[in-house]
């Protein structure tokens, strides 16, 4: 039996978010929103998907399955329609099985869309992504994307097949939005790229410390929350802010150490650092202009 399997929510800002949609006053939820399992070849698991009405009236809704992939850095992601002729048989989305008949939702209820996932003998050790959509209008088989028309709710399937996995990953960039600022208000980029086969969630912490060595500032990263996944071959960004205590006797050149952990089967972390100044300005230049003063004064005195 399929094991490890967690039911998580995921964002993905292309189509629908999934999980929830609301659209000319009707609204329409499915639960979970993303299934991240562990499997080996050859192995069969079944469950289903809860859609849940939330409206006055009936809804007739239709799901079906796509393969996933990441688009740009900014944890988006995009649905593929199955190739059967190309791929056969290798895709995540081939694997899954729903019904192809429709299910009516009655008011103010919901309804489990049965699903079977059925992964193959000769299937690749690594990562696979699919999605099933849920929507209200049946999709054309001659125009896959003719479903992005309708309504959608999306829940996730990521599934880890067992074998010759490779958990790897970099620091591409760690950079701060400023590297001179008066007040300690910025934002911090971290792009991490993932060279494995297997989706990695990156966790770890940005500590942020004075030219004196003492810590001004701790930014967690990915910790108790299932956001951050990073696909394989794929570079993910994450922004952090940070504001601090502003304080004149902090002047000087600041320094962001990052450290993150990722892996499952063994631990692995990377680390890497910036730096940027604060000056506050204003204040400084209002107690060269106080000194400015007292010089003069004695001077003429």
Known sequence: MIHKIVQRSVLILLLALPGQMYSAGLSMSVTPTLFEMSAQPFQTWESSVKVINNNATPLTIYADVVNFEPQGESGHGKFLPVFENFTEGATLAEWITVPEESFVIPA?????????????????????????????????DDQPFQITTSQIVTSLFFVRIEGDVVENGIVRTFTSSDSFVATPDLTFE??????????????????????????????PINQQTHFGNVLPESIRKFEFA????QSFTDIGRYTASLTLGYGQDSRKFVTKSTHFWIVPVAQVLTVLGSVFGIILFFTFV
Do not use: C, Y
Request: charged share 20%; hydrophobic share 40%.
């Open 108 to 140: 103010e209820s919901s309804v489990a869309v049965p699903l079977s996932v059925r992964v193959p003998e000769d299937a690749a050790p690594g990562g696979h992504f699919a999605a099933i959509l849920i929507g209200t209008k049946p999709p054309n």
């Open 190 to 219: 971290v792009r991490f790229e993932n060279k494995g086969n297997v989706h990695l969630q990156p966790q770890g912490e940005i500590v942020i410390t004075n030219m004196w060595g003492k810590e001004r500032g701790v930014i």
């Open 242 to 245: 940070w504001k601090g205590e």
